[in-house]
């Protein structure tokens, strides 16, 4: 067959929906995002029609840009939910939130403290507004190999240090779950009359259970982004933002306008409206079943010999960068059975139809939410229970990965602000040519996620040494070139 022949015939397939029908078709117990989890948690007229609630915008829905009827009613009735000043429904995710947050809430050249595990959105937000961000190295648990949060005691030392920034950018939680003492922070940050903006895309369920870990917008932060999706009943992308009085609304819904679309899926929003809707009147309920799956998901889980599940007793004492747990989130540490969370999430999948969000290094993570069944929490006990009974490998348990603790220890000089390094003009060089001139991309080592340098940032010999270590410990590399062989640099 010709190329020509050979094109028109794949012009009449589609992989992409072939591909999702046979992942929906298998039926797989789901502990991923969405979080209604396939529908289950919508109302079925709702997931019944849902192409004809795809409609934009007209007299009779509401304009997002300028919203005066059902999208200002719905933003309203999520501040009182959330208790806050402000609500801005998103239809780009927490992505679109947390630009929006950084552009509404600083200006170029302003110094801002970022917990340096932040997710890509956020050093997007600091590239556009173009502000000089002050990393804050978090604290690490070598045990599942994940970044935690930064503690209290270290942005007070770091606003001691850097007195003009104005603002500080945190996690509450991170993926995995883990808090950080959100409350102590907001007193440092309000002593000191700084901004808190809090990227809480795993939180929009915080507020509504006291056993869950304290909510940002509890505690006064200034900006708060929230994942409707990820965890609530939202459809992929509907995501939340809040902000108090401090932060001008006119100034915020600027920004917005900035960054979403001006054609919004009304299904996506109208879903946000369900989710709030859930949460206020049978939010408790329903999350106490949540808990109550996951936490006794977790106890059979870590009784199975070589398997030990993150625990709430895991978390330090108040002001620590792990204060408390989201209990929903189960993480299953893979170090037990000598095989790494990337092929525990493989064979999952593959033998027993269980589908985690996430394999890492030497850990599984799970999302339990309000759309899971008791049968799929039986699923995923038995199914580790089974891999772990086969004993992957007799003899035993994974080393660390190590290395990383160097490479936090670094503090690479900044040179030139993530701003100036993205607009540079840039080239790949040899990673060895590329010592001593300034990178002009992200470079994060798995485990334990936290960049090791960052565009702006100098590379040095050790930097990259140390990098080269992790790696060929068989450590996977995000950047450019994941092998390292060349690296981005400004030219
Ligand atoms: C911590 C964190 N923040 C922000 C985001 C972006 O959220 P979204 O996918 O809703 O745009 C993610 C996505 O995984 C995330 O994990």
Redesign the pocket.
Known sequence: MNTTSLEQRAAHTTPLFDAIRAFVDRQQAPFYSPGHKGGRSLPREFTERLCEWDLNNLPDTDTLHCPTAGIRDAQRLLATAYGVAHSHMLV?????G?VAAILAALAPGDRVLVQRNA?K?VIAGIVQVGAIPVWLPPAVDDRFEIALGPSAHQVERAFARHPDAKALLV?NP??FGTTPDIAAIARVCRARGKLLLV?E??GPHFHFHDELPTAAEDVGADAV?Q?T??ILSGLS?A?VLHTSAALDPGRVQKCLQLIQTTSPNFAVMASIDIARMQMVTTGREWLDRTLSFARAAREELAAIPGIEVLAARDAGPAGSGFHRLDETKVLIGTRGLGISGRELQARLNREHGVQPELGGSCHVLCIVTIGNVADDLHRLVSAVRSIAESRPRRDGVMPHAGGSRALLAMEPEVVVTPREAFFAPAAACSARAAVGRVCAEVVTPYPPGIPALMPGERITESILGELLVVSAAGCPISAADPTLATLRVVA
Do not use: E, F
């Not at 780009?92 to 679109?96: E, F, M, Q, R, V």
């Open positions: 780009g995710g927490s992505t679109a947390n997710h959105s996690l991170t993926y990227d895309a795993h982004v994942s999706h990820k992308q995501a």
